[in-house]
């Protein structure tokens, strides 16, 4: 039995259907089924555009099948027709007709076809047969890599949630694409966008940022890096209450720094206007009691989901965000920050020296954004090198610690309040205007992997620690979307449904290691 190189795939390969011969077993297959199902592609047409997309050359057991399978496909995406001459011809052109079977096989596969009726359940029936070999395939991998001295039982935890996660999503039977399909699928995107006046991904619900990058597109790594003070923290949660409360998008924010409740505080100081020192110390007066009362159930029912874990390992990351695409259908992943991430096994060390380690969970964050099809943002720190710059902008130079950061990312970005540094004017204003820096920060996207850099201009509400667009920063509570001043409601209805746990199972608070943010000067004299 040929044992494995490597973890590389633990789904492909013929290690199963080895070890099912060896044990006296046949691995699952319908080969029937699958004589009707290509029998059936072969005389009605009906029958082949309602299933071929559900189906690859992979997912039938008989290699025949697999062939004459794989023709079709390429016949049907080019728009040429299927039928039973079309496809011995093409076959015998590629000189597969052998491997097929040859030509009295192929028309004997017709020969008990009646009708495509029931062709949706014969497929079914064919792709259950799949799974399950590739369950198998799976299994027998985990098992013979467990038996192995070398192997690293993390990445093999790893490797082993990473296949069956592409089972569950189908992803497994993916493996390259044609011209032909991508650009089929990239003229229905762009189709799509027709009446989203461009905006492609995840809204950030800031109008000019949207503008400049069509909202955060799918397996895109955002990184957002500003230097201490300048409301890293703040930003990220004001775009997650207009993703998650303004447009219903669920989302995930993992806060290495900040303990969920303390995030939740700051949620709801921006959403109703009032101060953070206020509600950390209850002095609200009647008005401010109604306000809270009024907003806050828009915050409480949101689709967002919080975990406080410290010191996350890039392991225990991908993992959690595994789950919470499958269970809870999340879009955007967000990270506050990258640096207090550690780049070893759940339990184990980091790898290498720091720069390396930050190397290693900047790709790995690339990764899961794109295994799992979602945006993931990630705040950053930026080096001390921006204070001694005169003008105090920061570059793509800056960031801190790695420069594989720049390179993972799609796109980076800063904010940039020079109010903080006393600068009262803003020095890239068109020539003879003067404007104010006073409640304003800037978005520099200084990167853009799929489009232009631009310097995008915000209103920052310090004292409620919230970000919105320039015009709309003194309508409503919410920014760009305001709140529903609504029937009050009693502390009652405020129920716990956005708690550090409530995607996870995470251990009991009073047993959590301090963050290692003493470790760095972040956000210390940022008023919340």
Request: proline letters at 4%.
């Amino acid at each position: 039995m040929a044992q494995k190189e490597t973890l590389s795939s633990l789904t492909h390969g013929n290690f199963a259907k080895e070890l099912s011969i060896a044990d006296g077993k046949m691995p699952p297959n319908a080969v029937d089924f699958e004589r009707l199902v290509i029998g059936t592609f072969l005389i009605d047409k009906k029958g082949l555009d309602h299933s071929i997309d559900l189906l690859t050359p992979e997912v039938f057991y008989d290699p025949r099948h697999q062939v004459i399978f794989a023709t079709i496909l390429k016949l049907y995406e080019g728009n040429q027709p299927v039928d039973l001459m079309t496809i011995i011809q093409n076959l015998k052109k590629e000189d597969k007709l052998s491997q097929a079977g040859g030509d009295h096989y192929i028309i004997d596969l017709t020969m008990g076809v009646s009708s495509s009726a029931h062709i949706e359940y014969h497929v079914r029936v064919i792709l259950e047969k799949y799974i399950l070999r590739s369950l198998i395939n799976v299994s027998a991998n985990v098992i013979d890599s467990s038996y192995k001295e070398s192997t690293d039982v993390f990445e093999l935890l790893d490797k082993a949630e990473q296949s069956f996660f592409e089972i569950t999503n189908g992803t497994i039977k993916k493996g390259f694409d044609t011209a032909n399909s991508l650009v089929k699928q990239a003229i229905d995107t762009i189709k799509s966008l027709k009446d989203k006046e461009g905006l492609s991904g995840v809204p950030s619900g800031f109008r000019d940022v949207d503008k400049e990058t069509g909202g955060w597109q799918n397996s895109d790594l955002i990184i957002i890096a500003a230097r201490p003070a300048m409301g890293k923290t703040a930003f990220l949660l004001s775009m997650a209450r207009n993703i998650a409360v303004g447009h219903k998008v669920p989302m995930a924010l993992f806060s290495l720094e900040m303990a969920s409740v303390q995030l939740i505080t700051r949620m709801i100081a921006s959403e109703t206007r009032i101060s953070s020192e206020k509600l950390r110390k209850g002095t609200l007066d009647d008005e401010e009691w109604q306000r809270l009362f009024s907003n806050v159930s828009e915050l409480e029912n949101a689709p967002l989901y919080i975990d406080e874990t410290p010191s996350l390992s890039i392991f225990d990351f991908r993992a959690k965000c595994r789950r919470l695409v499958m269970q809870h259908g999340v879009r955007i992943i967000m990270v506050d920050y990258l640096q207090l991430m550690t780049a070893g096994s759940s339990g184990g060390k980091g790898v290498g020296n720091r720069e390396q380690e930050i190397s290693m969970i900047s790709r790995s964050l690339k990764a899961i954004a794109k295994e799992l099809n979602v945006p993931v943002i990630a705040l950053s720190q930026l080096s001390r090198s921006v204070e001694a710059r005169p003008g105090k902008r920061p570059q793509l130079s800056d960031l801190r610690e790695s420069g594989a950061i720049e390179q993972d990312a799609d796109i980076v970005s800063f904010i940039f309040r020079p109010e903080y540094y006393k600068i009262t004017v803003w020095d890239n204003d068109e020539e003879g205007q003067e404007t104010s820096t006073e409640n304003q920060a800037e978005l520099i996207i200084a990167k853009h992997r799929n489009g232009a850099t631009a310097d995008v201009r915000l209103s920052f509400l310090k004292h409620f620690a919230k970000f919105a667009d320039i015009e709309a920063a003194f309508e409503g509570a919410g920014g760009g979307y305001p709140s529903n001043f609504g029937e009050p409601s009693g502390f009652d209805k405020i129920k716990t449904t956005i708690q550090p746990g409530a995607a996870f199972d995470l251990p009991d608070s009073s047993k959590l290691s301090g963050s290692s943010m003493n470790d760095f000067d972040d956000d210390d004299d940022f008023p919340f």
